[in-house]
């Protein structure tokens, strides 16, 4: 490697210094209108949080402006591949929310700087359940069919999602860069490091957790996948070095950042705890208790499990008869990972079901599944 690889250790060091500028000269903007600190944040998350739709109002020019302006894909953009890649996720929506759960953010927890951010967010243990869903309602956004469709008089939901949770990204910079408890050897909050770690946890290692599932996809429905998510990147605010537009270099960016980032931590641990009860009571009765944490260290593998503190449980009778009644073709095969295999879908399907239950907050709508995607999988 040399120093203009821009994934060396010297580059990703610069990285983790760098926030998003743009996004943040926004939240100065609002600030230097002289509104005060804390009405400006709430305003701003008031707006961008509780509300669903974009305010028709009340908003000031800065923000109105950045709205418009930033809807536009990038000129690189495939519509095709954007349409084959919400497709796949149509397809595949109960495995690909369950491996959101149990692949993509234990992964993110088990990297000791970035998820010093949750720690600090104020909404760590306490309301996990509410990150999660609306983690899960932004991966719905961009995914379904005409989520990133950018007809100026039509905004899919995706674009607009990825703005507010950018502007998100921004405010939360802000508060933890004055925050005196943040270390800075932790790098800049929200920083273009951890935020290519987060993308690549959302496609690369969905794509890989698929692969595990025995969901055998095209190349070209894979580079669509990709593909779609450097999109979402780029409406984030993620920069073009960082963008990772074929499997290899994703694996292999992957493979730096988590070399980097992951080790054993106690906030790690305890999002991991918050997350698995999250899951239990997404999922209805008894039955299945327990079984989060086999998918978690299914999905992850043995090495992050433990980092994260999650044990290795044996396959349970009482689990294999509840898949097997709803319909899973577990055959005589009792090993752990078939288990998986075939339960994935259904356990998937009862996420979705929970989470559309699942209470958001006041003032906030309930967790919305397109109506084409809760038919395909009988979700309504």
Known sequence: MTDHDPWSDLSLDQRRGEGDPPADAVLDAIFAA?????????????????NDDLPAAGLPPALRDYFVRGAALPDWADREAIALASQVFHTYAPQIILLLHTAALPTCYACRRGVQVLARSGRMYSDVQRRVIETAQFVIDVMAPGGLDRDPNAFGAGIRSAQKVRLMHAAIRRH??????????????INQEDLAGTLLSFSWIILRGLERLGVELS???????????????HLLGLDPTLLTHDLRGAERLMGEILRRNQGVCPEGQLMTRALIEAMERAIPGTTLDGLPTLLIHDSVGAETAALLGVPAPQASERWLGALRSAGAELGDERRDHALVRAGAPIVGRLLLRGLMLAYRGPGRAAFNIPRTLRAAHDLS
């Open 34 to 50: 002289g509104d005060g600190v804390v009405y400006s944040i709430n305003l701003l998350m008031r707006s961008l949080v509780d």
């Open 176 to 189: 933890l860069r004055r925050d005196p408890t943040w270390d800075p050897a932790w790098g800049t909050p």
């Open 219 to 233: 190349p070209d429905e894979r580079a669509a996948y990709l593909h779609t998510w450097c999109v979402v990147g």
